[in-house]
Nanobody
Framework: QVQLVESGGGLVQPGGSLRLSCAAS????????LGWYRQAPGKQRELVAT???????NYANSVKGRFTISRDNAKNTVYLQMNSLKPEDTAVYYC?????????WGQGTQVTVSS
């Protein structure tokens, strides 16, 4: 069974940084497009950043210049480096792997930005 396991969430002050990781198992990791999504209380899940199998990246306007998505195919892991965090970044962050319309999701990790 495919597993995506996120880690790295937590409580951070505004202006701080966090690095999320998502480790995948039981998939041919290198061929998948990968993404990070988030869902704040009372809101719909939204795209944060994606990275293709070829390494092309895409970001939501709200995080451009602050967040960086990257992948390490040797470690079957995708990362999200989050800098200059704002209270509005508070949400549960989910990892996604997509190939040919087949989607897998992680269980989510909570990120809270608060003083």
């Amino acid at each position: 069974q495919v597993q995506l396991v996120e880690s790295g969430g937590g409580l951070v002050q505004p202006g701080g940084s966090l690095r999320l990781s998502c480790a995948a198992s039981r998939i041919i990791f290198s061929i998948y497009a990968l993404g990070w999504y988030r869902q704040a209380p009372g809101k719909q899940r939204e795209l944060v950043a994606t990275i293709t199998s070829g390494g092309n990246t895409n970001y939501a306007n709200s995080v451009k210049g602050r967040f960086t998505i990257s992948r390490d195919n040797a470690k079957n892991t995708v990362y999200l480096q989050m800098n200059s965090l704002k209270p509005e970044d508070t949400a549960v962050y989910y990892c996604n792997a997509n190939w040919g319309g087949v989607n897998y999701w992680g269980q989510g990790t909570q990120v809270t930005v608060s003083s």
